[in-house]
């Protein structure tokens, strides 16, 4: 019987021991204060405990886009449907004319030449 994986999975690693004269780092402790006085619940901000936005992003901040309506959402939907029927047509005619092109390259092709010449 075969087992999947590496190895004998029985085997033990031996934790590595350390002797008397090595010594482990120790991490100082971490306090924190935090007062009670001015708790807010959550949600609530008078805006003074916000980070100024970065210089970058300011002007989006205070930039107000142009108000878009649903009538220019429609509007630019029709239009890119249009250019999409275009594109589509535009296709459509060039596989039409490319097709053409393909049956009678064939056609002369075989006029020409014909491969069998005895069977008439």
Known sequence: MHSMGCGNSKSVTPVE???ANSTVPQTSPVAFEIGLEDV???GESDGKDLKKPPRRLERLVNESGPIITSEDV???LRRAE????EIIE???KNSRL??????ARVTTTTDETDPFPDRS
């Open 82 to 85: 249009e250019r999409r029927q």
């Open 90 to 92: 535009e296709r459509v």
């Open 40 to 42: 807010s619940t959550p």
């Open 98 to 103: 490319l097709a053409e092109k393909m049956k």
């Open 17 to 19: 021991t350390t002797t």
């Open 74 to 76: 429609e509007e630019k």
